[in-house]
């Protein structure tokens, strides 16, 4: 069974400042990829970042990147000068590329306050 | 590119009644769709993996005769809600995988996703 663990149920963070969301995560497998998804209040799912589990590069897209450690089978998100339009609800996801399925986590809900 | 549309977007009908969701993909060939339930602040949970011109492989625990699922064509999947209860009220989304991917491009995703539908029973 593959699982993903978020353990910050909630987040808050300054305007401009940076935030760093966790995400760890279970799986037998070894292809899978690692995403993290922005849902805002429209629920529309937003895909943020990915990272290829074969690279050890982190990846990174603009103001967000990753910190990718394959061995600790940790993925956590980090949001540099945070903007109010960052505020919305973080899922972190690992998909299985044999099975085809992604699994979710509990999701982050961040905050950004003006 | 690869934009998922889902329809409707927001229903609201009485306790009794089937509703039908469907989701295409507009501008690329999807033979995987899934579909995705979601409570309020709480994951998305899978609850069957739509495939075109065969059967949809349900999870654990979804009951497949309460979510008919069919996948006839290589755009569009349906999810009909037969026999709604209020306990069913929830946020549906859909998902779907292209067909043909090009490497590094946006279409290499696993999944692109709709805009969801909020189901109501009442």
């Known amino acids: 069974a593959q699982t993903v663990t978020q353990s910050q149920p909630e987040m808050s963070v300054q305007e401009a400042e940076t935030v760093t969301l966790s995400c760890t995560y279970d799986t037998s497998e070894n292809n899978y990829y690692l995403f993290w998804y922005k849902q805002p209040p429209s629920r529309q799912m937003i895909l943020v970042i990915r990272q290829e589990a074969y690279k050890q590069q982190n990846a990174t897209e603009n103001r967000f990147s990753v910190n990718f450690q394959k061995a600790a089978k940790s993925f956590s998100l980090k949001i540099s000068d945070s903007q109010l339009g960052d505020t919305a609800m973080y899922f972190c996801?690992?998909?299985?590329?044999?099975?085809?399925?992604?699994?979710f986590g509990d999701g982050t809900t961040l905050t950004v306050k003006p | 590119g690869a934009v998922v549309s889902q329809h409707p977007s927001w229903v609201i009908c009485k306790s009794g009644t089937s509703v039908k969701i469907e989701c295409r993909s507009l501008?690329?060939?999807?033979?995987?769709m899934f579909w995705y339930r979601q409570f309020p602040k709480q994951s998305l949970m899978l609850m069957a993996t739509s495939n075109e011109g065969s059967k949809a492989t349900y999870e654990q625990g979804v009951e497949k005769d309460k979510f008919l699922i069919n996948h006839a064509s290589l755009t569009l999947s349906t999810l009909t809600v037969t026999s709604a209860h209020p306990e069913d009220s929830s946020f549906y989304i859909c998902?779907?995988?292209?067909?043909?991917?090009?490497?590094?491009?946006?279409?290499?995703?696993?999944?692109?996703f709709g805009d969801g539908t909020r189901l109501s029973i009442l």
């Open positions: 998902s779907a995988r292209d067909r043909f991917p090009k490497r590094d491009g946006v279409s290499n995703q696993p999944q692109h």
């Open positions: 996801a690992c998909h299985n590329t044999n099975a085809g399925k992604s699994t």
């Open positions: 501008d690329f060939q999807a033979t995987t």
